[in-house]
């Protein structure tokens, strides 16, 4: 029989990886985990968290105008060096309680970078430079995350950063340009606008936000005009180039826009350079994603990968629920795979949006027959006081045979708060006539998601 270093090695200290790893180690288990970077992963580190603490601070810009409607009188400014440096205290505080945590739990943690060597085998290259460490595991645990990418063959790109490099520029920009539509090109576009900086988005498609539902995109890419933000849409990059007084963008339509910073944010990309993989038997998909089956096993019968490197649903929390479900199956003989139906998602642009379920789009396409579309824009209450012409979006999508609320869809203030609550009705499949059966709470604007009652005619498809 073999003898192994370790029951489980894990590549990878993001939140995926770490719940594996604490779980399985918790378990009785001897654990190892590698991570090359900092321990915590994208989100905690340079992702969802950090992003949310720049979506925050930038909102402040827009609360302050909103006060004034309400008598204040606020004379404030913004400290960029101060804002960094009180989150990056936080972020290495948040990073400490993960490394305290698999302490805690029995795991060993490896700083470093792990390469497989073969099926059971991985060669840890130390970040302190000190010499590289062969260990042996029973099984392997691949959670590496994704990466930005960006087009390499455009000329000037070295010129540009990614979403990784905003969390860290040593001064504010006072212009930037962001190439890209998805929620991470609209959340710092929002984040920029709002700390005052001059905020221009260009995207290739017809519309931000593609996959999201086609009143959603409509209606956000009014509302972040509104903020100050120049949105440019059906155009890219045709070439990048420094001068003296800044980057000039020259786009495929003939515009040349200068601005100080260019920020690509044009996806991200399953982190599995070099790691590997080919030596251990594990298959990559058409994608470059690491193929695995419903239970998270790869192509190597001893080898599974959870998260983003899977390329299957790319959020934090699905990671995490991935984790459980590899140490369910794996170690506690309770074969288990998780249920990307229904899983509810925000985008933290300024207005905010959450999300669950299918779009008007995927429902006509799904459901046998009919599909009932509710729609509600109106001004919530807080800018209706001030005049302000913000306005909100609330839609709710029906099954219009089994009468099922099969996707919400909300865009404007606490929405991320919301779709949480109304996540629960769409995967406990509630009907319309149940959520109009839920007395309102006044005066609130979710109470908009019980009260809709006019259902939108066919063929009468709403503008944004």
Avoid at 5 to 27: K, N, P
Avoid at 286 to 303: C, F, H, M, Y
Avoid at 387 to 412: T, W
């Amino acid at each position: 029989m073999t003898t192994y270093d370790y029951d489980l090695f894990v590549i990878g200290a993001g939140s995926g990886g770490v719940r594996a790893a604490r779980l399985t180690a918790l378990g009785g288990k001897r654990v190892a985990i590698a991570e090359e970077f900092r321990v915590g992963g994208t989100c905690v580190i340079r992702g969802c968290v950090p992003k949310k603490f720049m979506v925050m601070a930038s909102d402040f810009s827009h609360q302050f105008h909103t006060a004034e409607g309400y008598g204040w009188t606020i004379d404030a400014a913004f400290d960029w060096p101060k804002f960094l440096q009180v989150k990056d205290v936080e972020i290495a505080r948040l990073s400490g309680i993960y490394v305290a945590n698999l302490g805690k739990a029995g795991v060993d943690l490896v700083h470093g970078r792990a390469v497989l060597k073969d099926a059971h085998t991985v060669e840890v290259t130390h970040r302190d430079g000190g010499e590289s460490q062969t260990i042996t595991a029973e099984k392997i645990l691949i959670a590496t995350g994704g990466r930005p990418w960006m087009p390499t063959d455009l000329a000037g790109v070295e010129h540009a950063i990614t979403s990784e490099e905003a969390f860290h520029l040593p001064e504010l920009p006072k212009r930037i340009l962001i190439a890209g539509g998805g929620y991470i090109a609209v959340e710092f576009a929002g984040i920029f606008a709002g700390l005052g900086v001059e905020t221009t988005l260009i995207y290739r498609g017809p519309n931000i936000l593609r996959g999201f539902d086609d009143d959603v995109r409509a209606h956000l890419a009014g509302e972040i005009e509104k903020r100050g933000i120049k949105v440019i849409l059906g155009c890219q990059h045709a070439s990048i180039e420094k001068t003296a007084t800044g980057l000039v963008n020259k786009l495929e339509n003939g515009m040349e826009i200068e601005t100080d910073v260019v920020m690509f944010a044009t996806g991200r990309v399953p982190h599995v350079k070099d790691l590997g993989l080919e030596t251990a038997g594990v298959a990559l998909t058409d994608k470059g994603a690491i193929q695995v089956d419903t239970l998270s096993r790869t192509t190597a019968e001893n080898i599974w990968a959870i998260g983003d490197v899977t390329d299957r649903m790319n959020l934090t929390p699905v990671a995490i629920r991935e984790a459980v479900a590899f140490h369910e199956t794996v170690y506690r003989n309770n074969p288990q795979h998780f249920d990307y139906e229904g899983v509810a998602t925000a985008v933290f642009s300024q207005p905010p949006v959450g999300t669950v379920g299918l779009s008007e789009n995927e429902a006509r396409h799904a459901c046998p027959g009919a599909v009932d579309v509710y729609v509600s824009r109106f001004r919530p209450m807080k800018y209706a006081f001030t005049g302000s012409d913000e306005r909100m979006l609330m839609k709710l999508v029906v099954d219009g045979e089994s009468q099922k609320v099969v996707g919400v869809h909300i865009v404007g203030p606490e929405a991320p708060e919301m779709i949480q609550l109304a996540a629960i009705a769409v995967k406990a499949g509630l009907t319309k006539a149940q959520w109009d059966a839920t007395c309102a709470v006044h005066p609130t604007m979710a109470e908009e998601l019980v009260t809709l009652k006019d259902k939108q005619q066919p063929g009468n498809m709403s503008a944004g």
